[in-house]
């Protein structure tokens, strides 16, 4: 905390300011008092002109502690609010999504075109079976038909289930299973480093242990060989070619499912995070205009892949919905070099710039010549999201991708909220590196410690939110006792957020990270249980430990700590091991660094001592832990003794 960046402040630039939508921090404290003031007159005039209704609402908010239903009695339709309302305007032949696939082809659809493939494969989709409330699954690689997809599950009201591309087949089969999904959607594969990902023969694994699976729809993306099961998998363009572009959206109810989103929690097991309609698509397209500051002119580029809330909020439903141009790009930032999204800023003139730390920190390592080298002067202002940003990070961000003239919107949300909680607005609030700054009109937070007592001003404590908001969760996916344990019954009548975080005396947000068992690796959540699991099931391992490491670039490493039941510890067996946790999960969790040890550090009533072995796996010489529970010493010995 002592670096100065983290006490100095930037000033929005005065140009901005001048055309933004909010102008001022007077402005803002104006909005954020009517907010508070009554809330729901505030949502129920935002929702009246952002979403189209079929039938008007009767009620903005029905608050039963701890579920929320916003906008009761009134029917809209995700996909109708994100397409068919803009084809009665100039925007019909808009550039809705510019897409740009790793090895450089590109494609623009218009709002016009998304139109018209939204609604034969929804028809395509309905030709399977499909029906209202019905789950169907997403693997897919980022192309313009993940957005397709998705919308046209919105527009015929079923459940979307998108599962992010570098899950494995025994992840792909936990989420169909634990959805009971119907249909899963993916492609042959997708294109990541010159080389092609196989995602069929991922599904195909998967499916062995999807019984509820009937239909398969497999986009050609790359053309490599894939199987085809007669009668279970469909071609995408054999289904659409004899669908009709005729295909009204479908009126939901407010508070109907529109998506279940599979995190990380603090167990072993997935949690699904169900959205609705109305209260998610109000309040991520809000948020999109407010801390993006959108202009019609402007090409929005959101770097997150659509198989993360990111993706869902801020590439597909706030920025379609908002009327915007939306960027999509397949594939790595460094292929086929380090300055690949530079070119891509260059090539189809970004305004909007929105990317992770994680992201950042890799340019930074990856040296300025790739940044110099590439016309940078269309952006106009940049995010960041998923992680707290340290402020070397911010202000190379500033200096080097803004050349000092943009401004820098860090966004604290979680998958939970549907979409962005605090932020800077950037014609109105100044920045603070590392400072998410204030929250957005309409959140409440408040900063508790053990006994729920706020605390004072610049001290950390636990991240309450204290007052539903449109997008927040309405719940976990067949799992409502989970539900109200995880958010709703720490703090009294507050929805736990998860992270430690700190307010300091000018109102600003600090967000320190994650108070339970949840790693941020690369600015992706995962639970060291579900590593632990992971690793148990396979036969050598008698216990895991899995622990978070401070890292430079992924801002966390994995490291865990093994103790063998047979084999011999050594590299052999960690490379054995590294692959399994890698096909139990997915790429992202492959563990960074495996000790083996003959015992873990536990309490006497046999808990494992994780703070102890996060010290050891930091490298810390010194345990500053209070050791005095752990039941027996010479395992601490041992570990560290391990080390050298
Ligand atoms: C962390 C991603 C600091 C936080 C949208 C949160 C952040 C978790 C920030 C949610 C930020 C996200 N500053 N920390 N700007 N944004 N986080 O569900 O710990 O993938 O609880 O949602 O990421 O991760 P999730």
Redesign the pocket.
């Known amino acids: 905390m002592a670096e100065s960046a983290e006490t100095s402040l930037f000033p929005p630039p005065e140009e901005f300011s001048q055309q933004a939508r909010v102008k001022s921090l007077a402005e803002y404290e104006q909005l954020y008092a009517e907010a508070e003031r009554d809330p729901e007159g505030f949502w129920g005039r935002l929702a009246r002109q952002q979403l189209h209704w079929f039938e008007p609402f009767q009620e903005v908010l029905r608050w039963n502690e701890p579920y929320a239903e916003w906008f009761v009695g009134g029917k809209t339709n995700v996909s109708y609010n994100c397409v068919d309302q803009h084809l009665a305007t100039w925007r019909r032949n808009k550039a809705a999504i510019i897409w740009e696939g790793e090895p450089g082809d590109t494609r623009t659809l218009t709002y016009q075109q998304l139109h018209d493939q939204v609604c034969r494969f929804a028809n395509g989709l309905k030709s399977l079976g499909v029906d209202s409330g019905d789950v169907v699954s997403i693997y897919m690689p980022m192309v313009p038909e993940l957005a397709i997809a998705m919308l046209a599950c919105a527009r015929i009201g079923a459940v979307h289930s998108v599962i992010f591309g570098g899950f494995s087949s025994e992840a792909i089969a936990d989420r169909n299973q634990d959805a009971s999904a119907k249909v899963v959607i993916t492609a042959d594969a997708g294109w990541r480093r010159g080389q092609q990902l196989p995602l069929k023969a991922s599904v195909d694994d998967a499916l062995e242990k999807s019984p509820t699976v009937k239909h398969c729809v497999v986009l050609r993306r790359c053309g490599n060989e894939v199987t085809m099961r007669e009668g279970r998998d469909h071609w995408w363009h054999d289904l659409v070619e004899q669908a009709s572009e005729d295909c009204p959206a479908r009126p939901q109810d407010s508070e109907d499912p529109l998506f279940i989103l599979y ?1 990380s929690g603090s167990t072993g097991k997935p949690k699904g995070i169900q959205h609705t309609t109305a209260g998610y698509n109000l309040f991520a397209t809000q948020t999109f205009q407010w801390v993006f500051d959108h202009r019609d002119e402007d090409v929005y580029w959101c770097t997150a892949d659509c198989g ?3 993706g869902h909020s801020y590439i597909v439903y706030g920025p379609l919905t908002a009327g915007a141009t939306t960027l999509m790009y397949e594939g790595a930032p460094n292929w086929p070099d380090e300055g690949r999204f530079w070119d891509i800023v260059d090539k189809h003139k970004v305004n909007i710039f929105y990317t992770a730390p994680t992201a950042i920190r890799a340019f930074i390592k990856w040296g300025d010549e790739h940044v110099e080298k590439r016309d940078l002067s269309s952006l106009r202002m940049l995010g ?6 340290n402020p070397a990070a911010w202000l190379w961000y500033h200096d080097k991708i803004g050349k000092g003239g943009c401004p820098i919107v ?7 909220t549907g979409g962005i909680m605090m932020s800077p607005l950037p014609g109105a609030t100044a920045t603070k590196p590392g400072s ?1 700054t204030r929250p957005l009109p309409g959140v409440m937070p408040r900063i508790v410690d053990e006994e729920h007592n706020q605390v004072a001003a610049g001290e950390q404590g636990m991240l309450v939110i204290t007052q539903p908001w449109p997008g927040m969760l309405r719940g976990i996916w067949g799992d409502p006792e989970r539900y109200q344990k995880q958010y709703w019954s720490t703090v009294p009548n507050c929805y736990l ?3 430690n975080a700190m307010c300091d005396e000018d109102g600003y947000y600090w ?1 320190f ?2 108070l339970d068992d949840v790693l ?1 690796v690369s ?3 995962l639970s060291t249980t579900e590593i632990e699991s992971a690793l148990v099931s396979h036969p050598t391992v008698a216990e895991a430990a899995a622990v978070g490491r401070p890292d430079d670039l992924k801002g966390e490493a994995v490291a865990v700590f093994v103790t063998l039941s047979s084999g011999d510890p050594g590299e052999e067996l960690a490379g054995v091991l590294r692959k399994h946790v890698r096909a139990q999960i997915g790429a992202h969790a492959t563990p960074d660094e495996i000790r083996f040890s003959a015992a873990l550090p536990k309490t006497r009533s046999g808990k494992i001592m994780r703070r102890l072995l996060r010290d050891i796996a930091a490298g810390k010489e010194e345990i500053a832990q209070d050791t005095s529970t752990l039941e027996d010493y010479s395992v601490l010995a041992k570990l560290r003794g391990d080390e050298e």
């Not at 860090?410 to 939970?416: A, K, L, V």
Request: glycine residues 14%; proline residues 4%.
């Open positions: 995190t993360w809330i990111t960041s999201v998923g992680e707290p940003i860090d966004t604290w949300w979680q998958t939970e998410c957020a998860g992270d967000i990270g994650r941020n600015g992706h959540r």
